[in-house]
């Protein structure tokens, strides 16, 4: 009798064993595949060694300096002195890399990260194999691509794999602290309309062309300087923008471009080259296909943009510039402003804060002091609870936040997560196609200075 037990009973735990065994197996890891790679983006998986992910990529692309550029990042990656990671490269870059990529599908996620005019055809083709797709942004540069963008998430949800673009900005705690002290009514009330001349919300960034990696320029490929394969300013880094303002101002909503947006106008303009800051960046001459932006051996790129819009009522600016090298000891910067009827919450990355983003809260007009002090206090003790060290630090008329201590993720946990449980939030996809209708959309009518 009771060693019919014992058996029943080793029986029963084997096939709960085993059942675990099986759950594991068909949770299986992320195998990436790089699809000619173009832009450091393409890196952006490989930083360090995840849970979840193979080690082995398998990487597809023609030949030439985009490839070199990214095979030169893992490796240094993979020999640096700390936390030195171990990706294994599997290479191919036969001329038929992409038709190769689909047929032997060595993986289940496909990172596009390269010449912007190639994606709508990379991610369609990736799509339809059955491949996750984790596109850098711009996944739309023109008004046609955003349609076959469309039919491309439809396909997606038939083939049940998932496409999209990781947003950095959003794991940066300023910007989180930004959309969570916005929610707090108490403290900053609702969003005002504002007005085109006076926008409510508010995002702006700055950038650079000439970059180093350590005493090196780091490289940018040609093509990053031509608007029919990158994309005008307002598609390409306006892309993140356009994110934020959704995404801070309008958390977990679903917005329906026929309902909740309005494109008001666009604008764009040029930052010049010389043919010898152009071959610093580049290495090379300027190719064919830029010479028509060529005037007495100036380039003009048409890389910085503004986009005035309304969204659920509130009117709302992005805007991007780029210059060509950053002073020594600046950055790239961020400014993001969103303006309640209680108080006004501002993000500033100047040389005042080091080039570190700072987020600042001020009353609004017609707030007693009085009144706001008691809220601020009330704010930074709730706030405390969830960020130790949290502070509201007064300086003039305004606040400084500190931060306090806080959990950091970034886009590439996101990403992973998503895939595994091939799941994403409802509102991502829809606020992915409401993002592009708008970057894409201000191409249509716009003014150049």
Known sequence: MKLNKLIKTTFLLLIITCSGIIALAQKSSIKLIVLDPGHGHATYMQGRMYEGIDPEVHVYAPVGPDVETYLN?????????????????????????????????????????????????????????????????????????????????????????????????????????????AATTELFGTLTKGSIDNPSLIQSNLHHFLKFSGTEPARRPAWFFDIEQQGHGITDVSTHLVDMTQWAAFPEQIIDPKKDLKILSSKEWQTSLTPSEFKLITRVDYPDYLKKYVNDSILSVYANGEINYIIKGIHSKVSVAWHY????????????????TKAVLELRQGTEEQYKATLYIKAAEGISAEDFNKTIDQVKSKFQQKYPGFDLIKRGNEYTVKPGTFKSTNSAEVAISYILNNKMPTWEVPNMIAKYYITTGAIRNIKRD
């Open 73 to 181: 990042s893992i490796n240094r990656s993979n020999n640096r002195t700390s936390n030195p990671t171990n990706w294994k490269i599997v290479l191919y870059t036969g001329t038929d890399y992409l038709e190769k990529m689909l047929a032997e599908k060595k993986g289940n996620a496909v990172i596009i990260s390269g010449n912007n005019s190639k994606k709508a055809n990379y991610i369609r083709r990736s799509i339809e194999a059955g491949l996750n797709v984790l596109a850098d942004k711009p996944l739309a540069v023109t008004p046609e691509d955003f349609e076959k963008l469309k039919i491309s998430f439809n396909i997606a949800v038939k083939k049940n794999v998932l496409l999209f673009d990781p947003m950095d900005l959003r794991f940066d705690i300023s910007n989180i602290l930004q959309r969570e002290l």
């Open 325 to 340: 090298r950053e002073p020594v000891g600046s950055s790239d910067t961020h400014y993001a402003l969103m303006r309640g």
